[in-house]
């Protein structure tokens, strides 16, 4: 960990970039969009660093899952989005970490989705949502994608593509999935060396700025 000296004056992190090891000893894909209605989906492009924590039969590769994106409301997500520059430290800068979870509190707001947790990483973050009738997912997206590539670019003074296309979902089965899951994303900064332990990094529901955004109200008669 390391203070670049941020306009902000915060600290800002950044380490060496590989890729995550997580439990389903995955590494990388891409590969256009496959899904089956409810269940797992890459959507575009998807970033080389991070996979989710599934198990083999919910793989990508698998020719099950070609069925093309199809959104539920009233369901758990899990999503992840990328920048398009691999092992840029951008989004570890409080101003732009900011203004991605700015953007998620807006979207919950509006009521386009319940928060269940996130977290903001150096070159991609995860939110854990429950998805609302107002939006589908790619709707979700592709409007917090604008706004927030918008901002950052102006913010850094650039102009151009900022994020990788598509994202990543995954349908949240029950509350055990949820579990797994939001402890998986809350250990991400402490997995990829930036602190000691969730609640030290600063853009992540683990830790307490942030940790009321959790809707442990919705998720109760939602996942069981």
């Known amino acids: 960990m390391v203070d670049d000296g941020s306009v902000s004056g915060e600290t800002s992190y950044r380490r060496d970039f590989l890729p995550e090891r997580l439990p389903t000893g995955e590494t990388s894909y891409r590969t256009p969009m496959m899904d089956r209605p409810g269940e797992t989906s890459y959507q575009g492009s998807y970033c080389k660093r991070d996979t989710p924590m599934l198990e ?4 990508p590769h698998r020719s099950a899952l070609r069925k093309g994106r199809r959104s539920l409301p009233n369901h758990a997500y899990f999503l992840t989005k990328c920048t398009l520059v ?7 800068s409080p101003d732009c970490a900011e203004i991605v979870i700015g953007s998620l509190v807006w979207a919950l707001e509006q009521g386009w989705f319940r928060i269940l947790g996130f977290v903001v990483m150096p070159d991609h973050y995860h939110v854990n949502i429950g998805l609302g009738v107002r939006k589908t997912l790619s709707q ?5 994608g604008k706004y927030t590539a918008r901002r950052i670019n102006e913010l850094l003074g650039q102009e151009g593509t900022f994020w990788e296309e598509g994202f990543y979902d995954h349908l949240i089965r029950n509350r055990k999935d949820l579990d ?12 990829a060396g ?12 683990a830790n307490p700025r942030y940790a009321h955004l959790i809707d442990w109200d ?7």
């Open 180 to 191: 797994r899951i939001l402890e998986y994303i809350h250990n991400n900064p402490v997995m």
């Open 56 to 59: 083999d039969s919910e793989r």
């Open 140 to 144: 979700v997206m592709e409007s917090i």
């Open 86 to 92: 691999p092992g840029t430290d951008v989004l570890a």
């Open 218 to 224: 919705w998720i109760g008669p939602n996942l069981t």
């Open 194 to 205: 930036l602190v000691e332990s969730p609640e030290e990094w600063l853009y992540s529901t």
